[in-house]
């Protein structure tokens, strides 16, 4: 499965689903051993892992989720508990009794989540490009920035969306085969999966969570990613002083893509650190 050239993506396992209490998760596994599971962000799913994917299963049971709303998963509430709660029974449905657990972006916010309400089942916890949430009052309408996206999704149609969202994670130049697997996960994106997660992230708030996280962590963040806001990046790093932080240079918010090597070579360090 392992490709030789640097532009190509590896080949994913096929989805395969399991039900739990709200319906079903489908999700990616390859790989025996230890167990690692990704969690992806607002415009991924478990397709955004195919390097990591093939890098750890090499060596460890790797999962990576469709988080609800996403791929084949149904729908949940638009609370972050319920989003922790989906991923609890995932783990329970699954098997996995611990796991290391890495969480980019949105899913950095639940994986937090998790860690905190049930630190049992994290034996180490990796935040990507991630952040504690907005914390915005119930009466706060959706950010324009999802409505900008609802409409141009509607406008442009799917794949010329999906482009656009391939440019927003992957501003820098790339090889041609990994922008155009970027643009094809996001143009999957369903509407209503958004918005809920979208809405999940405005509500939540891991702050008074955060400092209490005593399983090892790292924090990964990309020095030009402009997507997680400077406010919410150091209001993470402030409250997570008890990580491990690295800083990657020139990388934006899709290390995974842009630099998948680099990316994995960070986490099998801290793996390794005894």
């Not at 469709?66 to 509430?77: E, I, K, R």
């Not at 994986?111 to 089942?121: D, G, K, T």
């Not at 794949?159 to 656009?164: I, S």
Request: with cysteine; net charge negative; aromatic share 6%.
């Amino acid at each position: 499965m392992t490709s030789s050239a640097a532009d190509a993506v590896p080949a994913c396992p096929p989805r395969q689903c399991v039900a739990l209490s709200h319906g079903n998760l489908s999700y990616r596994s390859c790989g025996s051993g230890e167990t690692i599971v990704f969690l992806h962000g607002l415009l991924g799913s478990s397709r955004s892992w195919a390097f990591q994917l093939d890098h750890f299963g090499a060596t460890r049971r790797a999962i990576a989720w469709d988080a609800p709303g996403y791929g084949q998963s149904d729908l949940v509430p638009t609370a972050i508990d319920a989003y922790a709660q989906a991923l609890r029974e995932f783990l329970a449905a699954v098997g996995v009794e611990q796991a290391v657990v890495v969480g980019h972006s949105m899913g950095g916010t639940v994986a937090a989540r998790l860690a905190a309400q049930h630190p049992e089942l994290v034996s180490r916890l990796v935040l990507s490009c991630s952040h504690p949430g907005y914390a915005a009052p119930e009466t706060t309408p959706m950010p324009p920035k999802f409505e900008q996206r609802m409409r141009e999704l509607t406008q442009l149609g799917r794949a010329a969306y999906g482009e656009a969202r391939a440019k927003d994670l992957l501003p820098m130049p790339v090889p041609a085969a990994i922008r155009a697997y970027a643009a094809e996960v996001a143009a999957e994106t369903e509407p209503e999966g958004l918005r809920r997660a979208t809405r999940m992230l405005q509500l939540a708030d891991n702050r008074a969570l955060l400092p209490a996280l005593h399983m090892p962590l790292l924090v990964l963040t990309g020095e030009i990613d402009t997507t997680v806001m400077p406010a919410l990046k150091a209001d993470l790093l402030r409250l997570t002083a008890q990580a491990r932080h690295i800083e990657m240079p020139g990388v934006a918010h899709a290390p995974y893509f842009q630099v998948p090597g680099v990316y994995n070579d960070r986490i099998d360090d801290f793996l390794s650190d005894k």
